[in-house]
């Protein structure tokens, strides 16, 4: 029996466009919008083919998930694209994610650093690996407390795939709205994920200064 490939869900909502100049946007990708197409052709629909309509230039120099929100950088040129690229490589990018999380975090701030492998026999899923896991590093600071979840300001040192998903659950409280990592009760809490990247600042390449970028969650 053939396995039948996963369609991802068509957001209908907007790319807002936050921040242009000739060489860069920064955007609003939506939640439940691929950043780049998928495999199957119904799930060509994606950031970078939108953005390209009006913008042919534009490439793709990192990624959120399909489930995750937020704040991106869009290069317009090849020079853009090598400059950011290489200050993503050498974490000189500062990102900021706003999550709700289940339970109440006791500590204000903390940082859960364990290394993350890919999960071969459960892909896309990652795992904490000790082995063959590379490093992997999140800074946390609660910013709200509740009965049963805690609002948190994360910010990730390195950029590893599903990095923030599962450093915590590796702490003891899932992203609400999480369907890999998230126990039932975690995941029913919310409709979708609750994960938004809210901030990036990074050195422009053309001008030298330094950019920052804002986007508040809606959650």
């Not at 959120?64 to 020079?79: E, Q, R």
């Amino acid at each position: 029996m053939t396995e039948q490939p996963y369609l991802v869900p068509h957001s209908q909502e907007e790319i807002t466009i936050l921040y242009e100049d000739e060489n860069l946007l920064l955007v609003r990708k939506p939640h439940l919008l691929l950043t780049i197409p998928g495999r199957h052709p119904l799930n060509k629909d994606c950031l970078i083919t939108r953005l390209q309509q009006n913008y042919p230039s534009a490439s793709i120099v990192h990624r959120l998930d399909l489930d995750t929100s937020g704040i991106m950088v869009i290069p317009l040129n090849k020079a853009t694209h090598s400059h950011i690229s290489r200050q993503f490589q050498e974490r000189r990018v500062e990102k900021s994610y706003y999550a709700i999380v289940y339970g109440v975090v006791e500590e204000d701030q903390g940082e859960i650093d364990l290394p993350i492998a890919p999960d071969w026999s459960r892909r896309p899923r990652q795992k904490i690996c000790a082995q063959r896991g590379k490093q992997a590093l999140t800074r946390f600071e609660v910013l709200q407390r509740e009965a049963d979840r805690s609002r948190l300001l994360l910010k990730p040192v390195t950029g590893r795939s599903h990095q923030l998903r599962i450093h915590m659950r590796e702490l003891g409280h899932p992203i609400l709205g999480c369907d890999m990592y998230a126990h039932d009760e975690a995941l029913k809490m919310s409709p979708r994920l609750l994960l938004h990247a809210t901030a990036l600042a990074f050195t422009h390449p053309a001008t030298g200064d330094w950019l920052s970028g804002e986007c508040p969650a809606d959650f």
